[in-house]
C-alpha cells in the first residue's frame, strides 16, 4: 500500500492561484501514474489530471486544461498540482491518488487506489 498525504489547499479569491503537494511512501511508485481528482459536496469524484512515471504524459480535464499544470519529483516522490485562475466551480476536496496499474495513463476514479486524505480548496467569488 502506498501512503499519499496531500496539502497546499485553503481559501483564495477567484483568480488566485495554489500549488496542491503530494507526499508519498510506503509500496514504490516506480512505473506508475499519479493522479488528482475532486470532490464537490453532492458531486462524484472528478478527474483533474494526471502524470506518467516520467512526465512525459499529461492528461487533463477539459475544465482545467491551460489553468492546472500537473508535475512530479520521483526522488522527492512527491506529486503537485500547479493550479491558477482558479474559479468558484474549482471550490472542492482535492485527492492524490496511484493508478492500479503500471505504465499507463487514466482518467477513471476507479482505476486508481491509494488515495489521500484530501485537501480542501476553496474559491470565493
Known amino acids: 500500500q502506498v501512503q499519499l498525504v496531500e496539502s497546499g489547499g485553503g481559501l483564495v479569491q477567484a483568480g488566485a492561484s495554489l500549488r496542491l503537494s503530494c507526499a508519498a511512501s510506503g509500496r514504490s511508485l516506480v512505473g506508475y501514474t499519479m493522479g488528482w481528482f475532486r470532490q464537490a459536496p453532492g458531486k462524484e469524484r472528478e478527474f483533474v489530471a494526471a502524470i506518467s512515471w516520467s512526465g512525459g504524459r499529461t492528461s487533463y480535464a477539459d475544465s482545467v486544461k491551460g489553468r492546472f499544470t500537473i508535475s512530479r519529483d520521483n526522488a522527492k516522490t512527491m506529486l503537485y498540482l500547479q493550479m491558477n485562475s482558479l474559479k468558484p466551480e474549482d471550490t472542492a476536496v482535492y485527492y492524490c491518488?496511484?493508478?492500479?496499474?503500471?505504465?499507463?495513463?487514466?482518467?477513471?476514479?476507479?482505476?486508481?487506489?491509494?488515495w489521500g486524505q484530501g485537501t480542501q480548496v476553496t474559491v470565493s467569488s
Open positions: 491518488a496511484r493508478d492500479l496499474v503500471p505504465n499507463v495513463v487514466r482518467t477513471a476514479y476507479r482505476e486508481y487506489d491509494s
